[in-house]
């Protein structure tokens, strides 16, 4: 067993940016209409609750708001049907979250060429007319401020289209259109409310500075005032198909985090731009929707170390995505495909969901982090995560000491665990013999197997200090509340005649 | 640790009667009134769901039957206000609940004295006119088939009085006065709808053999024709009190089998009532409500041995009781005081919750039963529970194992363990202080600390045999199930490449 | 005011077969994936609860069911996913629902074409390939059988395709290529399991009874066993279009009626198929999704008088359609669009909802059936629904009396009213000025008024017969019951000493 | 008919001071903890949503708060069980509600005598020591600071007793054990916390005026920095009685107000406490829990004139009670026995419940009060309350006109109206015979019979001005909202050419 020990002195502060619940990936918008989707977001707002969603497709045919007709005089009109707009707005809000509204993809009858994406066939030409395109996106958000109040409305972050960096998400990655797209849209938008914030470019990893760098070019040229920098985050390898599968290797995440830095330090080497907030509108580990990565308690682990680091240079991170109602690659066939989300199809939480639970938990001034833990005080105690992240030929068990400020007087150590032994779903579906098609029963009991083991143990505070122990196995991942806990007992009541297990003073 | 090994061989058929299911105790009846009562009550028909409800008080004050006026011509007069019992009754039946009706206490104004018990004051003093008594008694009835059809009624069974044999619960423990009542009682409702089934005397374990025998002779004596027998069945020492609390300790298992043995032999040697059905109308470890025993992982390893074989010799079990609203010695102080409950106040369920759950699923024929086990075949595998009694003195742990006729093929073996370690929500909240008022967080901790841990395996059967291996901890109980889990992997799924932890073969 | 008497003897009997709760309609399969849906369908069922659900798109491309692969061999290879259908079919049979199951339209990949039809671009071609689309529909059928048991599954019928009449349906309205299909379908099915029952030929009104004969002695030819006959019924003129709307005229609804009777003539005139159920699987007044008639009080007043006579010849009708979530015409823009649903979109029942509900709770031996009015013995008391059709150029109001056998006893008559003054949400939202996009509190304000007005009043039995009055107001509905109620006060209360409105012996 | 007509001019101001949402009365606390209770409470908020709760029994037995022991040394010692507190605050601030706290009644161990008041036996005597009293108080003020927080428990008001001007409440009625009792609790709660409210004297209406006076009296001589006065307000003659019941006649209203004006002048006299606030903390017409009155239309219309006058010189009113789950008089023997509710057992509104839910949305400046209306202007358009009190002897009729100041352009008049005809569920219950104990269908059915008719039709404001005209039927009590409503069509919709229902101007 590896084993780590770490010393926090009496004082001791370390920057730590928690921005875990800020926003999270969605399928396409016209997904949201769905009652499982519904059942899934609303399950992962009861326990993590992020504040804003973001995903493709508003403008796309599915959602059915953009419309022609020929008037009596024999002119081509466009007209809006916002009913579909206003349910799922409506689920949006009642659920806690605002959108970070993407602006995309084109509608069938607005564009200027047949080029999809995704076998839902998203459009991603640009307009056959910008004041087509301009008169749909003022009109949408007119809408919306009509419905839920200009206040409300223009709180809601704006991005431009999405990865127009790749051919297959903007005809030819044309950059000089994007940039045209941008500005007639960015104008639009600040025309109906000046307090919309606006931003983009919503690239991904290829060739990604050049684009920033390029892009704030353009901006200064033309003087507009940019909101925000959006891009976006991934960690994998490319993937090997294998059927109907991808599988992919992790990455250093060092890697990651210096090419997120460079990011930082392109957009403020720009005067104008310097400190403008940095979204990733999308990170995860693979970028495909059927890498079975995502279901791993390795990627639970991976995510964690994520989670402790991308608040440094950024404003939010959005993983994409919160549920596995998603059609890029078409209807999944099984319910643990190696989809994006964090909950598995028949409302099943992957490991994955417990990383963003338990950082959402981390309030209060960090006392210590490093490549295993997080910790911050937290009244008059503390919380911490730690994982345990194990990659090939490292032996997979890890003993973390940490070695505490604290009172002299009782403490409880709560502890809530989910590693491959306790809380592996996946691995309970796979025994169950990879069913397509759950049964009530089978569902439940996955939803059984999907629970943090949750345990505690009393410790005492000794000449200002105490330890905690933790012991992960592989691809562990532990929360833990360190609490004041002095014992109030009943008139009569004694543990010691109650059961030895009342009794013990630590784990094991 | 201590090793036991079983095997099973090719139809084998072992007698197993499982009543689990069949009615289940509560506190006094005009509690049912209340919601937190009613919460309780309805987590437990959803994870375990019994058949019948009984309890006490149902003609006690607080429900308000029984009334009195004075009639114009200045007679004293009875009149029936049925509103809480309809309240009471109708959300029985809307959770599958039937009532197993003990006809008791005597309300006030019907009563001849004013001896009462428990807090709550039940009067327990015959009837100061039998007319009434009767008349009280067939009004109710007759007002619960106009509610909820004769056939419906007519189905529940009617107990009279509880253990008459205490000088506590019936005034002087009279036996000839108890006999007059049954006598008045059972010829009472008998004549309201003859289908009705009738029993007595529902006493408890002090001169019980004697109360059974007298009370068999008076009935042959005054033809009676006795539908079934009861009588009641605690398992501890006289408890030790200290402050508010009785700690008792446990009796050898056997002596109590043997005593109900007893009360068998005693009826069958009555040839009219030969075969006769007994109830064991309330049983559970301890006799007192403020027993911490009753919230331990020993009380449900304990249990487990009970429902493996209170079914030899009787054809109910009714443990005492299914949640811990209840007010004999008062409200009580904190959540985990001792109480009778499968359920602690605030909704958590304690380890014994789970072994009614577990043993609820054991339908099959039974292949195995002894001491620490019981197995039943289930479709094409097995279900089964096993226990780990810990008394003191022995060795904590127990390895068992089950070689089991089984298919040349393969298995999961699904286990769900409830242990000191992994489910004993009683230390959490001692770990947490023993916190009187629980706060909401506390409440949802408890709870995800009461589940049980779920895990998987693959197994293969080879040459027509396969042996189940499961560890014990120290009051351990586990229920597992042997499932046929044949493989049916999606195009391309290859669990090899997405995580070791699919690829293993068992635990550990 | 039109003014109607009827007098029905002791022991009338009239014939009414009441089917009204066998089949209801729905827009196409994927539609029930949305929550929106659910929810509306929910409260059908709450409120009037179908038996069966039939409805479009089965193995339209967006239930994502049919895809293909190509194999390590190079062969193209086809492969089913029943991700969505187990979701839609799961909450169908949770809201109590069994499909009547239309096999269509056609995959795209599979298809001979690529002819659609509506918004959704349902193919109407045949199938490349019979073999590929037998194989479809047996894998279909097979899964089902797996997941719900083949007791279950075998008990929904089977429809073979949609209006195969119509050339926007069925390409070029083949006759012969719809004969193909039946006999390959029917085979196909039957050798899944040959206790399905299937039918066809699904027709609606366009050279209606020619396609009936000509399918009945096609299958004759081709022995082949029929389990039953499909027609579609809409009784409206062709509507004149205006903007996004179509306005169409009530037929005189014997026409229809005598075209059923000829469709029951034709099949009874083939020995083969005498007495052959009959399933109308589509009716309404207009057959287009944006006829405002829909929502009107007279749609309600006019279906009533179908369901008082469809049962007639027919084994089942299936009104086209429960709710609004459809998109034949693409999204709707605003709730009161014309829809074919009996609840408006925002979850607002429409007049005719309560024709349904109405007629539900007609259980019991008929004693009077007329164009205005059936009623049924139930109990000890009555039952009945009438209705008065108000088309241009009558009187608008309708007294109707009925004298009834009755004891010479206390009855209360109870009579919800539905009519265009009390329970008229078309109005409200018009009065409201019409809004597209519904708040929450207009959602809730015309859901209240989408109630019918519920009153009650005491008569007596006199002589045997007792006269129920009943004013009808221009397109009024009202549901009544007669009731015995002897009063049982309780003591001292007294009716004269509390308010006049107690005693008052009859409405107005 | 009787004709009113009011005229509005442009600016009129008109005082109301609306706070009919402030408190709300209820059956003793321990009832609170039962589940119909709870269900009648969360009915009421969802409609009306009180802000406070007021009741007896905080410190009766049946909450178990009081307890003795003793301890080794021999002496008795008290200790407090706050288990069932929990549970009914924790319920109440779910549901919105904070409690107006009223100290009492005494705990029978803590009691200096024996004297009970009503079948729940409350008793009503001083305490055998006012030291333990005070350590009661502040025990229990503590306890709840501890969980709810101090910011939330302090803004708690405080009320000391209820009604000790009455013998049955107070034994003998003494005043000066009264002032004492007020003196050292107002003192013990202020130094738990000097932020707590505290009020007095509680009195209802015999000899209140010198109750006022002297408690007045006393705590200026005492120097007790009184927080605010509290009194009783019922409107009804003494009832007179017959078998279970209390019939009571209404007093002419303005009596009830010149008493309470009365009240107003004796604070405002005493120049310490000039402006104090006076809370009324029971109101309702009669003063016995079996008056059929309570249940009626003619109480609803009367406690509509009651809601528009009563914040005139009152800060608070608080109609007792929310419920029926209310045992006074013991358990009441069926739903509609006269108990002060606002929804009788089983969960149906009486039209008392709706006077609050009308004028509960007065909300905006009051231009119009008489003896039949109170008017608000409400955004751009009106909101109003009218009621038609019908006493012996005058027209049952009313036609109220109101003119008022519009825009020229067209709004949409809603009206909700409650009265005999529509909106009668007493009658209804009557009509069914008067059963005592309903069936689930009798249940939904008086439900259905409970609420208002909803109407709206469209005007159209001329030359500055538009005429609301209301028909009121006898005890009608109706309110409306004028809603600027202009026209917005979809594409081709034409309501001319889809129902007459539409195009008609105004009702009737």
Redesign the interface.
């Known amino acids: 067993m590896i084993q780590k020990h770490y010393t926090v002195s009496q004082g001791d502060l370390v920057p730590f940016h928690n921005h875990t619940c800020q926003c999270i990936g969605t399928g396409r918008m016209a997904l949201a209409?769905?009652?499982?989707?519904?059942q899934q977001l609303a399950l992962v707002q009861s326990e993590i609750g992020f504040r804003h969603i973001r995903g493709h497709g508003l403008f796309s045919d599915d959602m059915?708001i953009y419309?022609e007709?020929t008037d009596v005089s024999g002119a081509l009109r466009a007209?809006y049907?916002?009913?579909?707009l206003?349910?799922v707005m409506d689920?949006y809000l009642r659920l806690g979250l605002r959108p970070f509204l993407e602006l995309g993809f084109m509608p069938e009858k607005l564009a200027s060429g047949d080029q999809t994406i995704f076998c839902w066939k998203g459009n991603v030409t640009p307009p056959k007319s910008y004041d087509g395109w301009r008169d749909l996106v003022q009109a949408t958000l007119r809408?919306l401020m009509?419905?839920y109040g200009p206040e409300e409305v223009s709180a809601w972050p704006v991005e431009v289209w999405n990865e127009p960096n790749l051919p297959g998400f903007w005809k030819d990655a044309d950059m000089d259109e994007y940039f045209r797209l941008f500005e007639e849209t960015f104008r639009a938008v600040k025309e109906v409310d000046s307090r919309f914030r606006v931003g983009g470019p919503a690239i991904c990893g290829v060739d990604d500075q050049r684009w920033i760098r390029c892009f704030l070019e353009f901006c200064r040229e033309k003087k507009i005032p940019l909101d925000f920098v959006t891009r976006h985050h991934y960690t994998t390898e490319v993937p090997q198909?294998?059927?109907?599968?991808g599988?992919a290797r992790l990455q250093n995440p060092e890697e990651g985090f210096q090419n997120l830095e460079a990011t930082r330090q392109i957009v403020d080497s720009f005067p104008e731009y310097r400190g403008l907030p940095i979204h990733i509108t999308e990170f995860n580990t693979s970028y495909v929707p059927n890498c079975?990565?995502h279901?791993?308690?390795?990627n639970a682990a991976y995510i964690a170390g994520q989670l402790s680091r991308l608040g440094d240079v950024n404003q939010s991170y959005s993983y994409w995505t919160f549920g596995d109602i998603f059609?890029e690659f078409?209807?999944?066939?099984?319910p643990f495909?190696g989809g994006f989300g964090l909950v598995a199809?028949g409302g099943i939480p992957k490991p994955t969901f417990w990383t963003f639970r338990f950082f959402r938990d981390l309030e209060g001034d960090c006392v210590h982090r490093s490549e295993e833990a997080v910790v911050v005080r937290h009244g008059r105690g503390y919380r911490g995560v730690a994982w345990n992240l194990t990659m090939e030929g490292t032996d997979p068990r890890l003993g973390l000491q940490l070695d505490l400020p604290a009172e002299d007087s009782?403490y409880?150590l709560?502890t809530?665990t989910v590693d491959?032994?306790?809380c592996?779903p996946?691995?309970?579906w796979?025994?169950?013999?990879?069913?397509?098609?759950l049964?009530e029963g089978q569902k439940a009991?996955l939803k059984?197997?999907a629970?943090?083991?949750?345990?505690?143990?009393?410790l005492e505070g000794l000449q200002g200090r105490l330890t905690v122990e933790l012991n992960l196995e592989?691809?562990g991942l532990v929360y833990f509340e360190l609490?004041p806990?002095?014992?109030?007992?009943?008139?009569?009541?004694?543990?010691r005649?109650?059961?030895?297990?009342?009794c013990e003073g630590s784990y094991d």
Do not use: I, M, W
């Not at 198909?241 to 599968?245: A, C, D, M, V």
């Not at 078409?330 to 099984?334: E, H, N």
């Not at 796979?430 to 098609?437: Q, V």
């Not at 629970?451 to 009393?458: I, K």
């Open positions: 209409l769905q009652q499982e989707y519904q059915g419309r007709y007209e049907c916002f009913t579909y206003d349910l689920s809408h009509d419905r198909t294998r059927g109907r599968y599988y079975p990565l279901d791993t308690n390795q059609e078409g209807v999944p066939f099984t495909h199809n009782p409880c709560l809530k491959e032994q306790v592996n996946l691995k309970v796979h025994d169950l013999g990879e069913p397509s098609s049964t009991l059984e197997a629970r943090p083991l949750v345990r505690t143990c009393r592989a691809n609490l806990a002095e014992l109030t007992p009943d008139r009569g009541y004694d543990p005649l109650v059961s030895a297990s009342l």
